[in-house]
Nanobody, 115 residues
């Protein structure tokens, strides 16, 4: 079965950087999208960044220019480099892999941006 495990979250000061990693176990269709979603306290889960197997990427408006998503198709991993972090970025970040007929989620990793 497909499993996703996130890592790299933690506490960082405003303006700092973090790199999130997601390790994907199991067989994934080559036609897929990998992405990062986040859910802040009291808010709905939102898409942060998505990268398709064909190459294109999507970013939420609030993270454009600060975050960068990348993927490694050899090792089935997806990463999120977060720069210039703001307190508003505080959330649990979830890794996601979406195939045509299935979607998989990790358990999440906490990112806290605070002094």
């Amino acid at each position: 079965q497909v499993q996703l495990v996130e890592s790299g979250g933690g506490l960082v000061q405003p303006g700092g950087s973090l790199r999130l990693s997601c390790e994907i176990s199991g067989s994934i269709s080559r036609n897929n999208a990998m992405g990062w979603y986040r859910q802040a306290p009291g808010k709905e889960r939102e898409m942060v960044a998505t990268v398709f197997s064909t190459g294109p990427t999507n970013y939420a408006d609030g993270v454009k220019g600060r975050f960068a998503i990348s993927r490694d198709d050899v090792y089935n991993s997806v990463y999120l480099r977060m720069n210039s972090l703001k307190p508003e970025d505080t959330a649990v970040y979830y890794c996601n892999v979406r195939e045509r007929f299935a979607s998989y989620w990790g358990q999440g990793t906490q990112v806290t941006v605070s002094v």
